[in-house]
Every structure is written in C-alpha cells, then in structure tokens.
C-alpha cells in the first residue's frame, strides 16, 4: 500500500472548511443552484462535503479520494450529522473510476465540486509516480500532451477537461479550485474542442493564505448553456461583482482582456524590419560569465582569477538588471566566442590564446552541458547569437518580470550590450532610430494592446511571440508618425493612400 499522508504525487492540499464554505454559499446566492447530486471526486478529508451538506441540505452527495485514511477522517467528520445519510463516501482512484457511467446513471442536475490535486506530470516523473490514467500511461500521457499543447500539465487539467465531456448540458455545473493557468487552459481547450455554447468565470483566490503555498489559484466555474457567451470573466476575489478582465480566444490566442483586445487589434499584425530576438544562451553561467575586477583581470563564478584578452569578452545584462533597471553600468562580462551559431570557434586560439587556454580548462564542464543543442557543435558554442547581437543599441524586455517596461540599452565601454536568454530584444545600428522605436513601443496603445495579450501569472509572462505579434509600423500610424518610420524601416515607403508599401530598390 502507498504511503499516503501529504503524499508529493498527490497533490495533497487539503481546503479548510472556511473557504469551502465561501465557495458553496457564492454557488447557492449568485448561480442560484439547487442540485440533486454533488460530486466531489477527490474528496480527502471533505471539506466541501461538509459545506455542500450544510448549504444544499437536500441533495445526494458522493465523494471519492484515493487515500482511504482521508475517506476514513471524512466519514468520521460526518457522524453526528443529521443529513449524513445523504452523504457516500467511497475510497477509490480518480483513473480507474467510470465517471461517464456514473454521471448517466443520476440525475442530470448535478454539481461536480472540489480541488482536484496540484501536482505536474513532470513532478510525478520525478517521483516516478503513476498517478496517471491507467490503461497505459505512456500512451495517456501523450493523450493528455496532445490535449494540454506542454510536456508538462497539471493532472487537475486533465481531470476537469474528463468532466467538461460529460457534463450535463444546462443542467450540469462545475466548481473547481485549482491552479488560475489550469482554468483557462480548460476554458481554451473547451473552446477549440467542443462546439456547445458555455459560460465560464474564474475568481481569484488568495493561496497563500488558504493554503500557505505561493501559487496562483482560483474557483473555476463552468456550464454549458445555450446562451453562454463562450468567454471567460475574471473576477478578483470571491466577492467582486463586476468582472475584471475578459478572458477570451481572438484570432487562434488566448488573450486576458478580449475587450481592450478588440479595441487594439488593429495594432496586431506583422514586422517586416524588427524582429524581436531573446539572447544569448550558453548553459554555463559559471564559466561563460565573469566580473571584472582590474583592467584584464576577471573572476568567474568558481572564484578562479584569469586574465583575458578584451577580444571576446561583452558587457553583459542579465534579466535582474533589465528588470531593475541597472542598465548604465555592468557588473559582468561575458565570453562570445562565436558571431553567428556553428561558427568554428578554433580561431579563438590565434586571435586570444589567454581566452583559448581559459575555455580549454573548462573543456569538462562546457563539454558536458546537459542540453541537447550543444551535442556535434564546435566547442564552446553558444546560442542566440547573430550579427544582430551585435549592434550598438538595443531595446530590452525582460521575459520574467510581471512589468511592460522596456529599456532603452546603450554600448557600455564601447561595446554592444549583451543579454541573458531571459530577456527579449530589438538591436539598431543607431541610438536615434533605437529612440525612435521606444517611443512607439512605450506609447499608451502599444502598452495597452500588449498588456490585453498577457498572462502577468505566468512565469514568463512577456514571451517573444507576444511582442512579435505587435506591428510597429501600426503602432506608427496610430501615433500619426508613419513617414517616420518608412524612413527608418528600410525597403518601406508609405504611399499615396498613407499605406505602407515594399519600396523599390
Ligand atoms: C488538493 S487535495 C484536495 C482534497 C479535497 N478535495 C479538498 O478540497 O480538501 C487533492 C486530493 O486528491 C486526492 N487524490 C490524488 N490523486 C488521486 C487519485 N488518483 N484518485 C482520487 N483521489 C486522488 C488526494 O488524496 C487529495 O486528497
């Protein structure tokens, strides 16, 4: 037998009863239910049985947990109860379960209340867990990729997307904690896969004080009903009213404000001259970056002193210091050994034999990255590294910062700024074409337009993607300043009608 107790691969965070509660009392008062059978199929110790019996006294409850001490500690909760006779509790596993059968055999007013368990399939590969569909995990793991898009997905996603199957149309309701990424993940999956009109809404709950983790959760509430917009309100707390941001699928996204969305779509579109890159990746922060401390003396993350020549060695912004701000000095350099990916890097050997002897030191550690990229690769490669790495100015995001601040990068000790792969970047030959397109990209509709696409929980909530989708030369129009940047953008001219046309060469 499995030990159980705040088991890993369980996703073991029991509801206190406060907030369920809360939870079944928003679900009498604003969705006025009144349901024949509630499930809770990962009950535990049955926190929202015990508030289901109390708010919908009448109704027939079953629960189910696979760790039959919890079902055990429930059923104890119960026994002086005066409805516990409408109460069934039963030990058993959420993927062996015929939930199809059992959601057909009952009444269709039926609600499916609980928090499934927080735990990744990555988390359970870890703990070589097979708390996964049965029949063959392999193969359901990869059904549940195919569902999910990700190698890693959360097992509550997969579970609530089962009974988004099943559930009774306009009579059935689904009230769910579970992470706020796994509910609008099913919100979007529901949208693309099924036709069936729903309404969904999402009320932020406070994780940390329910349940002392640091997790962005929420109540996930879902029906099926003909008039359903098939959007997706957000409210902050349990208690808001009004909704405060729509979350919508637009033009293939998910989107977080669908209708400041449709305001700035005209802003959306393609970049025929700036393409936005992340930067460099080598996988070897310890080796690959130094900090200067006199002229030619540098120190590298293991304490060891080397001289170097200046040759490959780059001032070096990592995201903390776009994020932060600190982007008038460097605290550390950083070795490009290649301009472009796969270049030989054996000239290093001629042009700065200190640097070559430096690498070759550290021939062990470079050569064992774990990452596949660097397998058949001359040594000491790099990655995200281009001529435009190159150039002397350069606007920078950082990817991990919950902020639509760019930062204006200007070459430090005469030298191109480089930055880590965590930070997404427009480089320019000149600092007055580099303002320029600042100004466009820290402009109200620009900020706006972006903000719609961003999930600001996400751990990388500014991705390249998101800012590829922005149209300079549409945010230049907007501005009134497309002459301007036909200028700039090279091949790009603006035409009688004020369209922005290919130029001849
Ligand atoms: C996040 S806890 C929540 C428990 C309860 N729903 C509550 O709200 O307090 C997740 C529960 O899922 C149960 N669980 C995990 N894997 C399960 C499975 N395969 N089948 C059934 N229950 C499972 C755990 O034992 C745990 O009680």
Redesign the pocket.
Known sequence: MAH?KK?R???????PDTL?QEVTHLLKQRYHLSPDIIL?????????VRAALQTFPSSQIFG????PD?IQDAKQSLVTHPHAHHVTLQQ????T?DWQTFLSKGSSNILIL??????TSSELSRLNSE?LPTKSNHQNRRGIEAITGSANFD?SEWMLFQFTKWLPSQTGILAI?CKYSVARNVFYQVKQKHKAPFTAHIYRIDAKLHFDVSVDACLFVFRYEPSGGCDCHLYLTLDSSTPSDYISERDGHLVRNAIQYDTWRHLLGQNLNYTWRSGIKHDCAKVMELEPISDGTFINGMGQIYDLEPTYLYPLLKSSDIGNSRIQTYRKVVLVTQTTVGEDTHPIQKKAPKTWQYLSDHNQVLHHRRSSIYKNKPPYSIFGINPYSFKLWKIAISGLYKTLTFQLISPLGDKPVMLDDTVNFLSFDSQAEAKFIFKLLTSKPAQDCLDSLIFWDNKRPVTIDILRRLSLPAVARELGCLERYANWAKGIQVNSQGQLELGLF
């Open positions: 159980f088991n691969q369980f996703g073991d965070f029991q509801t369920a809770e199929p990962t009950c535990g110790t049955g926190a929202f189910r947990d696979i760790n919890y058993g596993d959420f993927f379960i609980g928090n499934p368990p927080w735990v708390n097992i904690l």
